[in-house]
């Protein structure tokens, strides 16, 4: 049984930096898309950053040059580096796994068949 653990998250100021890491265990297949969504209070949850098993990353637009995903396979963490947070980057954060795809072409939250808790990032102004 695939587990993920968040951990990382934190209270900075806007500009600051943080580095969400998420640990894994369990049997992951050789193919799959992991990767981070978020959800503010009141909001839809919505795709951050995500990375196949072919090491291919893919950012939505309102985070890329700022955000950065690495997988350390060594560790079994997926590793989200948030750098120029923004006020509108609050919200919890959770990692999640699709297995048995090679690709993260498709990346609604509801493909998405294992989640971890989540770890709260709250950016002030």
Do not use: H
């Amino acid at each position: 049984q695939v587990q993920l653990v968040e951990s990382g998250g934190g209270s900075v100021q806007a500009g600051g930096s943080l580095t969400l890491s998420c640990a894994t265990s369990g049997a992951i297949s050789s193919n799959y898309c992991m990767g981070w969504f978020r959800q503010a209070p009141g909001k839809e949850r919505e795709g951050v950053a995500f990375i196949d098993s072919g090491g291919r990353t893919r950012y939505t637009d309102f985070v890329t040059g700022r955000f950065t995903l690495s997988r350390d396979n060594a560790k079994n963490t997926l590793d989200l580096q948030l750098t120029s947070l923004k006020p509108e980057d609050s919200a919890m954060y959770y990692c999640a796994a699709r297995l048995y795809t090679s690709s993260c072409d498709y990346v609604a939250s509801w493909a998405f068949g294992i989640w971890g808790q989540g770890t709260q990032v709250t950016v002030s102004s």
